[in-house]
């Protein structure tokens, strides 16, 4: 029966059917919250704010966040996938929403009240619009769990190797000198001398923090017979570069910025994964998990992959107004899903035919640099939307900033170039024994991360062991941290998997405005969130609050004119039949009236005074 109020099904209907992922949980949570007769009153908070609560209900043999999957059936019904009108498919899946809980809950017919005030019940367009408000400010995810706390004690257990490794390595990085270097660069200009311009440019682009060194190599190509020809060769490269940072820099005074990661999480993002949040931002400046050998990482940039990246993570932004058709992130990630989820639109998962635009993927697996998502939003300008990017078992990304803007970023010189460039050799040589020295100094600086930010050390760092880590390092040093890498990257692999769950979590709370005649592009005056303010008790919500939490709480109070009676109500029509109310759903006007309205509401009290408890009923 419960299930059925629900609407519950494994799939979402309409033409093509598609799954809903994980969505059992959340029958699971119902069967057993049923069997072990959980207060009635526990029952209604965990189906509206389950993600909430301090307390979870944990199942004692599978470890599953059974409050946390109650929240599942918001998400549950019928969903098209691919509506031409994006607003009316959000305004019909609230509609459907409100329906769902008002009847279950209420015994009322809240939704008729979309286009105007209910014409019998004492039911106003505000109360429709204030739940609408709720609705529209809980949005659906894929809750990631880690039932048993597994994967926790796993992490645990890496840290505890990966500090002395992380020791290990920056010993490493500080021991280098001027001659290991010296000896990095010859070898390396000769490599580059003999490769083709085309493979040339893959290895020393533009951005690249290294691309001053294409100096020497046209040295050592031309011979000390051109020497004079230094001062106009610094010049012209010293020009490019510039010209690159100014056009950069129009572009960045143009764009809007959306998020900046340098001092953690900002306000208003949420970052989703198994175990606690700060494993994500937490660690060393070392990276495991790219390559063969460790590598330096920036600082200031939230990664997920700081203990591996056999994980689920998602990070969410806050609601913003779509002003602009490109989303341009400075970051580096592999088969990260990048989404602009537009009016809460939840199906671009499934299909791709009209909504394909805001699902894409991004690989930048190697140098930091400026991605933009590649979909074309001008069809959403004026819409709402938030920003997610996604990532499996296998991927992972790091992300320094957010900015939207009208068109994509052009390329930017790297800030480590730029400054090398600032400086005034006289001659090759002059330029060599610069360059030998900044990247030692690099290579100090990277293990101190807070003096390093400023010019992106680790990044030239990354570029000098990438290219040639043996003639770097020397063979028995590079040969020791390969070992320490595959050791991190054995471990990552042993990681547990996680748990997901349809469910809920709090969005940017806004309030809904009045919908003309129903019209979603028609708009009245904004209506604050919640339901029935006037006739049951009622805490305005706080201002983040999308006011689920008020909501439940509103619900189960015992001087509550509607809860208890209604599922009374529904308890006895379950049992014999027929309720003393023959109409279960609707328990207003046009409803029936009851049979026994004292034996109704005695039994409404004696619920309460019971606990709530259904089996005592």
Same mark, same amino acid.
């Given at each position: 029966h419960w299930l059925d109020l629900m609407r519950y099904a494994e799939t979402l209907g309409h033409e093509f059917d598609y799954p809903i992922r994980h969505i059992w949980h959340y029958r699971d949570s119902v069967v057993d919250a049923l069997n072990q007769d959980i207060p009635y009153r526990q029952m209604i908070i965990e189906h509206l704010v389950g993600d909430l609560v301090e307390s979870p209900?944990?199942?004692? $043999?599978?470890?599953?966040?059974? =409050?946390?999957?109650?929240?599942?059936?918001? !998400?549950?019904?019928?969903?098209?996938?691919?509506?031409?009108?994006?607003?009316?498919?959000?305004?019909?899946?609230?509609?459907?929403?409100?329906?769902?809980?008002?009847? =279950?809950?209420?015994?009322? /017919?809240?939704? #008729?009240?979309? #286009?105007?005030?209910?014409?019998?019940?004492?039911?106003?367009?505000?109360?429709?619009?204030?739940?609408?408000?709720?609705?529209?400010?809980?949005r659906r995810r894929y809750a990631? %769990?880690?039932?048993?706390?597994?994967?926790?004690?796993?992490?645990?257990? @890496?840290?505890?190797e990966m500090v002395p490794a992380n020791q290990s390595v920056n010993h490493a990085?500080?021991?280098?000198?001027?001659?290991?270097?010296?000896?990095?660069?010859?070898?390396?200009?000769?490599?580059?001398?003999?490769?083709?311009?085309? +493979?040339?440019?893959?290895?020393?682009p533009p951005e690249s923090p290294l691309y001053p060194l294409r100096l020497l190599i046209q040295q050592q190509s031309a011979g000390v017979d051109f020497q004079p020809q230094f001062a106009d060769q610094w010049r012209g490269l010293s020009n490019k570069l510039s010209e690159m940072e100014q056009a950069f820099l129009d572009w960045q005074a143009h764009s809007q910025? $959306?998020?900046?990661?340098?001092?953690?999480?900002?306000?208003?993002?949420?970052? +989703?994964?198994?175990?606690? +949040?700060?494993?994500?931002?937490?660690?060393?400046?070392?990276?495991?998990?790219?390559?063969? @050998?460790?590598?330096?990482?920036?600082?200031?940039? $939230?990664?997920?992959?700081? !203990?591996?990246?056999?994980?689920?993570? /998602?990070?969410? =932004?806050?609601?913003?107004?779509? /002003? +602009? %058709?490109?989303?341009?992130?400075?970051?580096?990630?592999k088969s990260t899903q990048s989404v602009v989820c537009v009016d809460n639109y939840f199906m671009g998962e499934f299909h791709g035919l009209l909504f394909g635009d805001l699902r894409k993927p991004i690989d930048q697996p190697h140098d930091w640099g400026w991605v933009t998502h590649a979909g074309d939003l001008r069809k959403y300008i004026g819409h709402n939307a938030f920003l997610s990017l996604e990532v499996e078992p296998g991927a992972w990304f790091e992300i320094s900033q957010v900015r939207i803007a009208d068109r994509a970023p052009p390329a930017q010189p790297h800030p480590w170039a730029m400054a090398l460039m600032r400086s005034e050799p006289t001659d090759y040589s002059a330029f060599r024994d610069l360059? *030998?020295?900044r990247l030692q100094q690099s290579l100090q600086f990277v293990c101190h991360p807070q003096t390093a930010d400023l010019l992106h050390q680790a990044d030239v760092v990354?570029?000098? *062991?990438?290219?040639?880590?043996? @003639?770097?390092?020397?063979?028995?040093?590079?040969?020791?941290?390969?070992? $320490?890498?595959?050791?991190?990257?054995?471990?990552?692999?042993?990681?547990?998997?996680?748990t997901l769950l349809t469910a809920a979590s709090e969005g940017t709370a806004r309030d809904a405005a009045v919908n003309l005649r129903g019209n979603p592009n028609r708009l009245g005056d904004v209506v604050p969130r919640g339901l029935f303010q006037s006739q049951a008790p009622w805490q305005a919500p706080a201002e983040r609050s999308s006011g689920r939490w008020e909501l439940a709480q509103s619900l189960v109070d015992p001087k509550h004119p509607l809860v208890s009676r209604v599922i009374v109500n529904r308890i006895w029509h379950h049992l014999l039949g027929r309720g003393l109310v023959a109409s279960p759903d609707n328990l207003g006007v046009l409803g029936s009236r009851p049979t026994h309205p004292e034996l109704l509401d005695w039994l409404a009290d004696q619920l309460i005074q019971n606990d709530w408890s259904i089996k005592w009923l």
């Open positions: 209900r944990i199942h004692p $043999l599978t470890g599953i966040d059974h =409050s946390l999957a109650s929240t599942g059936w918001w !998400w549950l019904g019928d969903s098209v996938h691919a509506p031409v009108d994006i607003k009316s498919d959000l305004a019909t899946r609230i509609e459907n929403q409100v329906d769902v809980f008002s009847k =279950s809950f209420l015994g009322m /017919t809240v939704a #008729c009240a979309r #286009c105007h005030d209910h014409k019998f019940d004492a039911i106003s367009l505000s109360d429709y619009y204030g739940m609408v408000g709720i609705a529209q400010s809980t990631i %769990t880690d039932p048993h706390g597994w994967i926790a004690q796993h992490r645990r257990s @890496m840290q505890q990085w500080q021991s280098l000198g001027s001659e290991d270097v010296s000896r990095w660069i010859d070898f390396q200009l000769s490599q580059w001398r003999s490769m083709a311009d085309k +493979e040339l440019q893959e290895q020393l910025p $959306l998020a900046d990661f340098h001092s953690g999480l900002p306000e208003g993002w949420t970052l +989703e994964t198994a175990g606690p +949040e700060n494993w994500l931002n937490q660690g060393s400046n070392v990276e495991w998990f790219d390559e063969a @050998m460790p590598l330096p990482e920036r600082a200031g940039v $939230l990664r997920s992959g700081v !203990w591996g990246r056999k994980q689920y993570v /998602t990070l969410r =932004s806050p609601d913003f107004k779509v /002003t +602009e %058709t490109h989303v341009c992130f400075e970051m580096r990630g360059a *030998i020295k990354r570029s000098l *062991i990438r290219l040639n880590p043996q @003639m770097l390092l020397g063979d028995e040093t590079a040969d020791g941290l390969k070992r $320490l890498a595959q050791r991190m990257q054995q471990l990552d692999q042993q990681q547990p998997a996680a």
